[in-house]
């Protein structure tokens, strides 16, 4: 059984920053794409930015130059660090890493549970 776990959101201020984490647990043999992406009132689920497992990041047009993801991988965790928020950016941000478990072998795509980021002033 493999879950993933995120914490970081919360309530800032315009310019602000914040840093996601999501952190994968159980019996995993590696890890491959990781990334971020948000859900606000009315919007499907969009992409924020991917990270491959050989460090390769893309970024939506929105977001670029102000956030950065990263990996650990002898954590299994990947990170949002976001900076200079703005009110645009209020959504509910949700990881997913396609992961390949120990135990079958088998790539599976999970998602956190989604963590709400909320800019306002």
């Known amino acids: 059984q493999v879950q993933l776990v995120e914490s970081g959101g919360g309530l800032v201020q315009p310019g602000g920053s914040l840093r996601l984490s999501c952190v994968a647990s159980?019996?995993?043999?590696?890890?491959?794409?990781m990334g971020w992406y948000l859900q606000g009132p009315g919007r499907q689920r969009e992409l924020v930015a991917t990270i491959t497992s050989g460090g390769s990041t893309d970024y939506a047009d929105s977001v670029k130059g102000r956030f950065t993801i990263s990996r650990d991988n002898a954590k299994n965790t990947v990170y949002l660090q976001m900076n200079s928020l703005k009110p645009e950016d209020t959504a509910v941000y949700y990881c997913?890493?396609?992961?390949?478990?120990?135990?079958?072998?088998?790539?599976?795509?999970?998602w956190g549970q989604g963590t709400q980021v909320t800019v306002s002033s």
């Open positions: 159980g019996s995993i043999f590696s890890i491959n794409a």
């Open positions: 997913k890493e396609d992961v390949i478990t120990r135990t079958t072998m088998t790539r599976f795509s999970l």
